[in-house]
């Protein structure tokens, strides 16, 4: 089956513009992560939904940032007035259920560049 | 908080080398412990997983213990491959109904024939 899918896979954009990065899980599954990776570095969270709700938006860099799961599958991760420091790789993730034996998916993550 | 610290690399190997990546932990409690992989221009795949102490988790020839005593998650293959080149991160999912995964910074590794 298909698996997580992210649009775009490239995104550049120039210092305070607005951008939404995309991301479809695998069908049927209830959770799902956004996560950053920058150049070098592993992935760091910054959310995460149980069905529609955020659950947990600890990793959420600052009042920038804002994402949306409106029917409990595709999320949008929200970016306002984008700076320099924000280029880095989104990677999104669902697994069946939030527990810690339930693998999470990854997909392969939207490269943003901001300018 | 929980962190997880990965050996630094990059690793660079010969063909049928044996492989050590170390990977040590600071966590509450016991967590699960990962080691993903991400190959060249793929996403990142869960390469084995151990969620108690003292399991064993393998795969791909793969291999890693979770060693309580020493908080750590060491992946280790008795001989390696060409394909095996990536780039390669430990990471941990805590306790409480923490869902985050904290990743180690990666190592890479090279294989050479």
């Known amino acids: 089956g298909a698996g997580v899918s992210q649009t775009p896979s490239n995104k550049v954009t120039e210092k305070g513009k607005y951008v939404e990065l995309r991301c479809d899980p695998i069908?049927?599954?209830?959770?799902l992560y956004w996560y950053r990776q920058s150049l070098g570095q592993g992935p760091e969270f910054l959310i995460y939904?149980?069905?529609?709700?955020?659950?947990?938006d600890s990793g959420l860099p600052n009042d920038r940032f804002f994402a949306v799961r409106p029917e409990g599958s595709v999320s949008t991760l929200k970016i306002q007035r984008t700076e320099r420091g924000d280029s880095a790789v989104y990677l999104c993730?669902?697994?069946?259920?939030?527990?810690?034996?339930?693998?999470?998916?990854f997909g392969p993550g939207t490269r943003l560049t901001v300018l | 908080g929980n962190s997880v610290t990965q050996m630094e690399g990059p690793v660079t190997l010969s063909e049928e080398a044996f492989l050590t990546i170390n990977c040590t932990y600071t966590?509450?409690?016991?967590?699960?412990l990962f080691w993903y992989v991400q190959y060249p221009g793929e996403g990142l795949q869960l390469l084995l997983k151990?969620?108690?102490?003292?399991d064993k988790g393998s795969n791909k020839g793969f291999e890693a213990t979770y060693r309580k005593e020493t908080t750590s998650f060491h992946l280790e293959k008795g001989s390696v491959q060409v394909s095996d080149s990536a780039v390669y991160f430990c990471?941990?999912?805590?306790?409480?109904?923490?869902?985050?995964?904290?990743f180690g910074q990666g190592t890479r590794l090279t294989i050479n024939p």
């Open positions: 069908s049927g599954h209830t959770a």
């Open positions: 939904f149980q069905g529609t709700g955020a659950a947990d």
């Open positions: 990471a941990l999912l805590g306790i409480q109904g923490a869902q985050k995964l904290v």
């Open positions: 151990a969620t108690k102490a003292d």
């Open positions: 993730a669902s697994s069946s259920e939030a527990a810690s034996y339930n693998e999470q998916f």
């Open positions: 966590a509450t409690g016991y967590p699960s």
